[in-house]
């Protein structure tokens, strides 16, 4: 691991502008602030908490909300931390906002702030620093996106396509032909990944997955208004939801259009979030072990830092039966 002397030799500096540069010391440049934290990082430099017992990690979130026990977020964290912090790590869970992207470069700000590794939630696709950790030398684990190339980065979550492929293949057991989808915005890799596997899921059960039985928008009004309307001109006795909220609010709207649920129309969401025990009726989904994503990022994180490379972890799908499904409502 490359040390301050390692730095200033590369500068040119002493080994006390380096580590008053890393301390953010008000007697030095901004310029030489920045080349130290360039070179820390391009050195793969390492900088401890000054005074800490433990090594410390840094748990980012944006775009999902954790702080509730309903909250998607929670398990997730609650995962990582009852395994990291027993290991003598202290974890920092952090808001992650669009200015701190635009304000500090990602592994700038982990050597300035002493962190050894990061687990990130919730990056959209169009995030500044989805961008530069492809090329980060920090040891990271991102949560549903995935970054080809770049040994420091772990990608962790479910595994998607058996999910859909599961979904699917249970709603054809019970009957249904034509089966519609919709999602919420693809500018999500994990939306993207479960609408690609349902065009996929669907072609090998030698059923029809095209514009007319699917539909895709970031509001949830405009999958109600625009798209459902479509999937049920079309005739579509189940439709599969790219996670709960939706398949809940798809809900909603069936039963205020008078349908019955499941006699007129199936219903299945995505995640298994603690409301779909509590839907009316309850919902049928796809599970996500929160809990065990959590610890399995950890679980990466730790192979990271021991210089162990890892690409991918999935986790298997497990499919909970509710009684928003049911047999195809066959009509004469």
């Given amino acids: 691991m490359a040390t301050l002397d390692d ?42 908490p000054r005074n800490a017992p433990s090594q410390k990690l840094a748990l980012f979130v944006i775009n999902m909300e954790y702080k509730k026990p309903e909250d998607f977020g929670y398990d997730v964290i609650s995962g990582f931390r009852i395994t990291a912090e027993p290991a003598g790590f202290l974890v920092d869970v952090i808001p992650l906002t669009r200015q701190m992207q ?64 599961m979904a699917v293949h249970y709603l054809q057991s019970l009957g249904h032909q034509k089966i519609g989808y ?35 928008d970031f509001h949830v009004n405009i999958c109600l208004t625009n798209h459902l309307p479509r999937l049920l001109k079309n005739e579509c006795t189940a439709i599969l939801c790219s996670h709960d909220v939706l398949a809940h609010s798809v809900m909603i709207h069936c039963l205020e ?13 995505f995640d298994d979030i603690p409301l779909c025990r509590y839907t009316a009726p309850p919902l049928t989904t796809i599970r996500q072990k929160r809990t065990s994503l959590g610890k399995s990022a950890f679980s990466a994180l730790i192979n990271q830092l021991n210089h162990v490379p890892m690409g991918t972890l999935l986790l298997h799908a497990e499919l909970i039966e509710r009684a928003s499904c049911g047999p195809v409502n066959r009509k004469d």
């Fill in 7 to 48: 730095i200033a030799r590369e500068l040119g500096v002493s080994k006390g502008t380096v580590s008053k540069a890393l301390n953010g010391a008000k007697d030095v440049s901004q310029k030489t602030k920045q080349s130290v934290l360039e070179t820390a990082v391009k050195l793969g430099y390492f900088r401890a």
């Fill in 102 to 165: 635009f304000d500090w470069h990602y592994d700038d700000f982990m050597i300035r702030e002493g962190y050894c590794g990061g687990f990130l939630l919730g990056l959209s696709l169009s995030e500044p620093w989805l961008n530069e950790i492809a090329d980060c030398k920090t040891p990271t684990i991102l949560y549903d996106n995935y970054i080809r190339g770049n040994p420091r980065v772990t990608s962790i979550g479910i595994d998607n396509e058996e999910g859909i492929e």
């Fill in 182 to 216: 919709l999602s919420s915005d693809l500018n999500s890799q994990v939306y993207r990944k479960r609408y690609d596997a349902f065009i996929k899921a669907m072609s090998t059960s030698g059923l029809v997955a095209d514009d007319s039985v699917m539909g895709a």
């Fill in 257 to 269: 259009l008078g349908l019955r649920i499941p006699e007129d129309i199936s219903i299945m969401g």
